[in-house]
């Protein structure tokens, strides 16, 4: 059984590799084109963590269509809503493949 154990992580060794994150903040004091430029650097990732400021009146919708745009909906996407002490919609999801991606 141990053998078949060694053998199986030896020749499937590459199966077992973590993904790479790209993380996504939306805050006060972004730039306009900062958030192009950040979501940009995503584009070989495989997971996608974005985090959008509530000082924005539209930020839970602004998160949605974010999600929509870039999350493989098909894959679980987990939300939070904000809290007292944490002002930030955020979303964890994997990053969709697109036919422009390499």
């Known amino acids: 059984m141990k053998l078949i154990v060694f053998c199986f992580l030896f020749f499937f060794q590459d199966l077992a590799q973590a993904g790479n994150w790209c993380k996504v903040v939306y805050n006060k004091d972004i730039t306009p084109g ?3 430029e950040q979501i940009s650097k995503c584009r070989n990732s495989d997971n996608f963590f974005i985090a959008i400021h509530t000082s ?5 919708h602004l998160l ?3 999600i929509s745009e870039f999350c493989d909906l098909r894959k679980n996407v987990l939300k939070s809503e904000p809290r007292p002490r944490d002002p930030y919609f955020t979303a964890v999801c994997e990053f969709r493949k697109h036919f422009l991606r390499k």
Do not use: A, F, Q, T
């Not at 924005?56 to 839970?60: A, E, F, I, Q, W």
């Open 34 to 36: 900062n958030l192009e």
């Open 56 to 60: 924005y009146n539209n930020s839970g």
């Open 64 to 66: 949605n269509s974010l």
